[in-house]
C-alpha cells in the first residue's frame, strides 16, 4: 500500500520548518472533506505519515500549509493581510500502491513544490 508524506523548508532562513500545521482535505467535486491535522517536527517533517496505508486511495487532495502563521511565531511582521497566509497544493494520487512526497519551500514571499521521492 501507499502512502503520503512532506517536508516543509523555510528558504528564507535556510532551515526545516518546525511547528508548521498541516490540514489535509480529500476533494470531491468543488467540496473538500477534512482527512487529518499534523504538525511538522523540529526537521520539518510529520512524525508520521500524513496518509495513512490503511485510508490511502485514489482521488485528489489538498495539503494547506499554515505558513503565515509559522512566520508570525518567528516574530516576523507580515503585513496584513499576509502575502501568504495559509498555502493550499492540490495533487491528485492515481496509484495507491505508490509513496506520495510533497515538499514544500517556503519563504513569507514565496513557495514551490513539487513530487518528492
Not at 510529520?46 to 489538498?62: K, M, Q, R, T, W
Request: charged share 20%; aromatic share 12%; hydrophobic share 35%.
Amino acid at each position: 500500500m501507499g502512502y503520503l508524506t512532506t517536508h516543509v523548508l523555510d528558504s528564507a532562513h535556510g532551515c526545516p520548518a518546525a511547528g508548521v500545521r498541516i490540514e489535509l482535505y480529500r476533494i470531491s467535486g468543488s467540496d473538500g472533506e477534512h482527512v487529518v491535522e499534523a504538525t511538522t517536527n523540529n526537521d520539518g517533517r510529520c512524525d508520521n505519515p500524513i496518509l495513512l496505508e490503511s485510508d490511502f486511495a485514489v482521488g485528489v487532495y489538498e495539503l494547506r500549509f499554515h505558513i503565515g502563521d509559522y512566520y508570525r511565531g518567528k516574530g516576523i511582521d507580515l503585513s496584513s493581510p499576509a502575502f501568504l497566509d495559509v498555502v493550499p497544493v492540490r495533487f491528485g494520487i492515481a496509484s495507491p500502491a505508490d509513496h506520495y512526497h510533497v515538499p514544500l519551500l517556503v519563504s513569507p514571499y514565496s513557495y514551490s513544490t513539487y513530487r518528492g521521492s
